[in-house]
């Protein structure tokens, strides 16, 4: 009984001895190196089992391997023996395992952890934390984009852990996170010694669009384009370059988002303080046109200083065009100072005043009665535009083409690019209008015809024809025409058919109309007017004397 309980407690020691001194397999060991050869060291586990790993395994990116015999390493054992007897292990795993301990360790602390980078991927690189590979995306690299990262690879440096999946082995860090902690407690010192009004020296770090960001010595300030010059800069790079030393202003300092605003021109003379001095009111300049919008072109007077010339001021012919077809940038004009508002530091400028108005010239050099020869530019419904010296217009108004034809009827004569011969009507300079006459430069038979008669004179016409709403009548050239009803006192005489073509006959002036170009004539008014004459001088039918005795006394006396 005692031998067996012996054996048994035997077995018993045996295997605790077995648990005690044998690993478990998937876990860390120590071993020591007890041999180099073939690029591999033998490490001996303990309990009599050897195995090799690579030597490579010992090295970190990019460094060469430091092993030599007799080190103490620890190693990650896969299995206690492998198909050639010996224990398989790795000298990789063991350090990964041990890195993921120690970087969780640090994440749950929010601790900075070293690595370094040793390769690039896409969106990024790796980054070796110890035996840990992590990825670094590409936008947490530096706080601005990083265009050549080699100077980067293999420097070991700190880096803050962002995300950790061990299930899964992700590990992503950033190096942006350290840079802009160390940043923001330079940038508090910095800002900290810095006042608005003071004058610093800094490089230009960086150029954009919209200005430059100059460093101040750990500290990086934005000098807006608008704060480079008095003057228009187009873009910053006209006038500053990357890793140039310049002389600024602090114009601001927002102490809560660390923002440091700087300026250029504000160590310059502000050239509006002499503006009203040296561009009075009325005065002419020569500028150069800087830009060109659709209400105008802005004209430089000096560095700093613009002007606006409206396009209405523009040209005193060319109306509703856009002004980039009455100037160019960068050409040089003549301007006329209108207007100075020195609180909103605008300057008012006109090209045209610098030129004569040339309806002004026109109105000296082509007084009313002057007969011109222009081109018809355009036909309108109410007239003729004909072009003028001094690129103007004039206009023939449709009453002043022709004396006997109907305007609507005359103007069908004429064609665009006609040249044509007019005499001045009248020049109103105010409203820019100019008369023109077509029918001044012939006789107006009418006026010929009926000079030196007036409303109730009786004159002898000439019948040319007859109609049946009366006679065509001809007085000195003059065609005029009697209705039916103004032939003859008596109704049962108004009869067309008893007058002859080319007899003549004695009617009445009753209207005589220069604008509608008409001559009323009546013989009925005519024998009304003699009737009445006749009672006046020869008696009256209430006498006793009868109608027929007075007319025949007064034929009688007149013959």
Not at 195 to 218: H, M, P, R, S, W
Not at 227 to 234: E, G, K, L, Q, T
Request: hydrophobic letters at 40%.
């Amino acid at each position: 009984m005692s031998t067996k309980t012996a054996m048994e407690e035997f077995e018993a020691l045996l295997q605790e001895s077995f648990e005690i001194d044998t690993p478990d397999e998937g876990s860390v060991v120590k071993g020591r190196v007890i041999a180099i050869e073939a690029g591999q060291a033998i490490i001996d586990v303990g309990y009599k089992m050897e195995g090799r790993v690579d030597l490579k395994e010992f090295a970190n990116p990019g460094e060469a391997p430091t092993i030599a015999v007799g080190d103490e390493v620890e190693v990650y054992l896969d299995r206690v023996e492998n198909a050639r007897g010996e224990a398989s292990i790795s000298r990789e795993k063991a350090r990964r395992e041990e890195a993921w301990d120690r970087l969780e360790k640090a994440y749950a602390a929010e601790e900075r952890v070293e690595g370094a980078i040793f390769g690039r991927v896409k969106g990024g690189f790796t980054v070796d934390l110890g035996g840990a590979v992590a990825f670094l995306p590409g936008s947490q690299v530096d706080v601005r984009p990083v265009r050549d990262a080699g100077p980067l690879m293999g420097l070991k440096q700190p880096f803050q852990i962002l995300k950790m999946d061990r299930r899964r082995g992700n590990i992503v860090v950033s190096r942006r996170a350290i840079l802009e902690e160390s940043r923001a407690e330079q940038r508090a010192e910095v800002i900290a010694n810095l006042t608005e009004g003071q004058t610093v020296e800094g490089v230009v770090k960086n150029i954009t669009e919209y200005g430059a960001f100059v460093d101040l010595g750990g500290v990086d300030g934005l000098l807006h384009v608008t704060d480079m010059a008095w003057r228009r800069v187009n873009h910053p790079s006209e006038i500053l370059s990357i890793g140039e030393t310049v002389k600024v202003q602090v114009v601001k300092i927002n102490k809560d988002t660390h923002r440091i605003s700087l300026g250029m021109k504000q160590l310059q003379a502000d050239p509006w303080d002499t503006v009203g001095n040296k561009f009075p009111i009325g005065s002419v300049h020569q500028g150069r046109v800087t830009n060109i919008t659709d209400y105008g072109a802005f004209v430089e007077l000096e560095a700093g200083v613009e002007g606006l010339v409206h396009v209405s001021e523009m040209s005193w012919t060319k109306k509703n065009v856009h002004p980039g077809k009455i100037v160019s940038t960068s050409q040089e004009v003549e301007v006329m100072v209108l207007e100075i508002d020195e609180a909103k530091r605008r300057v008012s400028l006109g090209i045209k005043q610098t030129q004569r108005n040339p309806w002004e010239v026109f109105a000296e050099t082509h007084p009313a009665g002057t007969v011109i020869e222009g081109e018809v530019k355009n036909i309108t419904e109410f007239g003729l535009f004909i072009g003028l010296d001094g690129d103007i217009d004039g206009m023939v108004h449709l009453s002043d083409i022709s004396w006997d034809a109907r305007g609507e009827d005359a103007i069908q004569d004429f064609r665009k690019g006609d040249t044509v011969r007019a005499a001045v009507q009248e020049v109103d300079t105010d409203k820019e209008r100019i008369s023109l006459s077509i029918k001044a430069l012939e006789n107006d038979t009418m006026a010929e015809a009926v000079d030196g008669v007036k409303r109730g004179d009786v004159v002898t016409v000439s019948i040319t024809a007859i109609e049946d709403g009366g006679i065509e009548v001809e007085y000195n050239g003059f065609k005029s025409f009697i209705r039916r009803s103004d032939l003859a006192r008596d109704r049962q005489d108004q009869r067309p058919e008893r007058f002859e073509v080319g007899d003549s006959v004695d009617a009445r002036v009753t209207n005589i109309d220069a604008k509608t170009r008409r001559l009323g004539l009546s013989i009925k008014a005519r024998e009304i007017a003699e009737e009445k004459e006749a009672v006046e001088q020869y008696g009256s039918s209430d006498s006793g004397a009868s109608l027929g005795d007075i007319l025949g006394a007064a034929l009688k006396n007149r013959n």
